[in-house]
């Protein structure tokens, strides 16, 4: 069974502060994909990492992909309110299609 | 380009009860997949079916079960309700046919077992 990791499980900050939230698991995936999930809703993808040492920005959030493509990373830069939310990662094993979910990282950033 | 739809958001049943929840996928989509989430387990994957087939299926007991029709809408169900039942029942979609695709979640059928 694979396992993925997420740490912290809380994150509380304050805005205008960094932070960078960790995936971790001892399976090489295929991919792996970030959601945000916000209370009252359902995960919205945010990126899909493909490529092992792969580095993708989106505004001020930059996602790594480990070289073994068994880890990741998700960085924040000067974090905002609307960046609240629930930061879920998920491996994808191409072989059957199937994802695994990490358990997530709750973040708060307070104003 | 409407989303993911799951009927009921609320549903509110009893030790012993059966259930059903509901799934219409984006248009077009062929594979819905249904996940649990509870906030000791967080999400944790039930089953996938694509092309009304079973693709993938989740660690759960055979209490749990779905199905896929024609035009894609899925069905839970989870029959002789226990206590620990109780969770947000997620469904996603996507076209199914690379495995990199994006999950489109749907918003969620909250069940509470009294």
């Known amino acids: 069974t694979q396992l993925l990791e997420q740490s912290p499980q809380f994150l509380s900050i304050q805005e205008g502060e960094n932070l960078t939230v960790y995936c971790n698991s001892s399976s090489v995936f295929s991919s792996l994909q970030w959601y945000r999930q916000e209370p009252g809703e359902g995960p919205v993808l945010l990126v899909t990492?493909?490529?092992?040492?792969e580095v993708k920005k989106l505004k001020r959030l930059t996602f790594q992909f480990g070289d073994a493509r068994k880890d990741s990373s998700l960085h924040i830069t000067a974090a905002q309110p609307g960046d609240t939310g629930l930061y879920l990662c998920?491996?994808?094993?191409?072989?059957?299609?199937?994802?695994?979910f990490g358990k997530g990282t709750l973040l708060t950033v307070n104003p | 380009k409407a989303g993911v739809t799951q009927t009921p958001r609320y549903l509110i049943k009893t030790r012993g009860q059966q259930v059903t929840l509901s799934c219409s996928p984006i248009?077009?989509?062929?594979?819905v997949s249904w996940y649990q989430q509870t906030p000791g387990q967080g999400l944790q994957f039930l089953f996938e079916?694509?092309?009304?087939?079973?693709?993938n299926k989740g660690n759960f007991p055979g209490r749990f079960s779905g199905r896929q029709f024609s035009n894609s809408r899925s069905e839970m169900n989870v029959s002789t309700l226990e206590l620990g039942d109780s969770a947000l029942y997620l469904c996603?979609?996507?076209?199914?046919?690379?495995?990199?695709?994006?999950?489109?979640f749907g918003d969620g059928t909250r069940l509470s077992i009294l």
């Open positions: 996603a979609s996507s076209p199914g046919d690379s495995y990199n695709q994006p999950q489109h």
């Open positions: 248009s077009g989509h062929r594979s």
């Open positions: 079916y694509f092309s009304e087939t079973q693709r």
């Open positions: 998920a491996g994808i094993d191409a072989s059957n299609y199937k994802l695994t």
């Open positions: 990492v493909v490529t092992g040492g």
